[in-house]
């Protein structure tokens, strides 16, 4: 049974409602590759919280305002979520302190999905 349809919908349109993106997740498991989607929405949702706390890099917006559009209800990364309050709490002032928040990040990303 396909838990997918055969036609020709890209992939940033399927996604973007959460019927859709449930429904790929689920085709993912069947295929043992659930990790694929998981790490892009991690990946998107680090996107947003740089573009939000940045929000005069014009280079970041265009990355977001082009990158796939995910459902607004789905879970929330518990890495983007600590990058969040990292970049808006009162002691991470500095383009340095910044920078380190943001490789941890991605650095925790790349932990979690490359080297599992």
Avoid: W
Wanted: negative net charge.
């Amino acid at each position: 049974v396909s838990v997918l349809p055969v036609t020709g919908t890209c992939l940033e349109e399927y996604i973007k409602d959460k019927h859709g993106y449930e429904k790929f997740m689920k085709f993912l498991s069947l295929e043992f590759s659930m990790e694929n989607l998981l790490f892009l929405t991690e990946y998107l949702q680090i996107l947003n919280v740089l573009s939000t706390a940045f929000p005069n890099r014009n280079d970041l917006s265009a990355i977001v305002t082009d990158s796939i559009q995910l459902p607004s209800d789905i879970a929330f990364s518990k890495i983007a979520e600590i990058l969040k309050e990292n970049l808006v709490d009162d002691t991470c002032t500095g383009s340095d302190q910044q920078q380190d928040q943001i490789m941890h990040a991605f650095n925790s990303l790349y932990t979690k999905y490359i080297m599992a």
